[in-house]
T-cell receptor, first 116, second 112 residues
Framework: DAGVIQSPRHEVTEMGQEVTLRCKPI?????LFWYRQTMMRGLELLIY????????DSGMPEDRFSAKMPNASFSTLKIQPSEPRDSAVYFC??????????????FGSGTQLSVL | DAKTTQPNSMESNEEEPVHLPCNHS???????IHWYRQLPSQGPEYVIH???SNVNNRMASLAIAEDRKSSTLILHRATLRDAAVYYC?????????????FGKGTRLHILP
């Protein structure tokens, strides 16, 4: 099992540019989560999908952020236009179901985003 | 607001047991108690979880107080590789709107 795969591992971009982060969940997992981590705010849940459908996007900071899951094996988190305050580590996680109260969450290695 | 309270940091000597406390005085009867840890430059990883009874796995043990208002993650023999931030999280299976909040966690330092 390859685990949750995220790309790129590092992204450096200039303010105003579009950024796309990618995630491949573990095969057979039905739920996918996007988190953002900063020193100030810790780990924040941005959005999660169940069976490719967005269930809760209340954590998405603003309209510049959008996430899609076109199929069970791929999701993207897009920031357009990017701003320096978006600099953070973005994690993708997956679980077998959305009811992970009795399940494990599996995290990817993250994408370190720097917006200059 | 975080529903759990953990010390900001702890230290332990290598090869000794470590007890990481977590207070969750407002826990509901259906909340599961989860522990995750985050090694430097990595994503969080699952450690253990439980509901009422104490739990053991190859990584750690989880001791849950009888009133469930607190729990303790036990690393039986700490190694340098156990240095990480440990998060205690509650998750209610009956509440779809329940936010998954990691909080600040406890930064565990292992002394060689």
């Amino acid at each position: 099992d390859a685990g949750v795969i995220q790309s790129p591992r590092h992204e450096v971009t200039e303010m105003g540019q579009e950024v796309t982060l990618r995630c491949k969940p573990i095969s057979g997992h039905n739920s996918l989560f996007w988190y953002r981590q900063t020193m100030m705010r810790g780990l924040e849940l941005l959005i999660y999908f169940n069976n490719n459908v967005p269930i809760d996007d209340s954590g998405m900071p603003e309209d510049r952020f959008s996430a899609k899951m076109p199929n069970a094996s791929f999701s993207t988190l897009k920031i357009q236009p990017s701003e320096p305050r978006d600099s953070a580590v973005y994690f993708c996680a997956s679980s077998r179901t959305e009811f992970w109260a009795n399940e494990k969450l599996f995290f990817g290695s993250g994408t370190q985003l720097s917006v200059l | 607001d975080a529903k759990t309270t953990q010390p900001n940091s702890m230290e332990s000597n290598e090869e000794e047991p470590v007890h990481l406390p977590c207070n969750h005085s407002t826990i509901s009867g259906t909340d599961y108690i989860h522990w995750y840890r985050q090694l430097p430059s990595q994503g969080p990883e699952y450690v253990i979880h439980g509901l009422t009874s104490n739990v053991n796995n190859r990584m750690a043990s989880l001791a849950i107080a009888e009133d469930r208002k607190s729990s303790t993650l036990i690393l039986h023999r700490a190694t340098l590789r156990d240095a990480a931030v440990y998060y205690c999280i509650l998750r209610d299976p009956l509440n779809r709107d329940d936010k998954i909040i990691f909080g600040k966690g406890t930064r565990l330092h292992i002394l060689p």
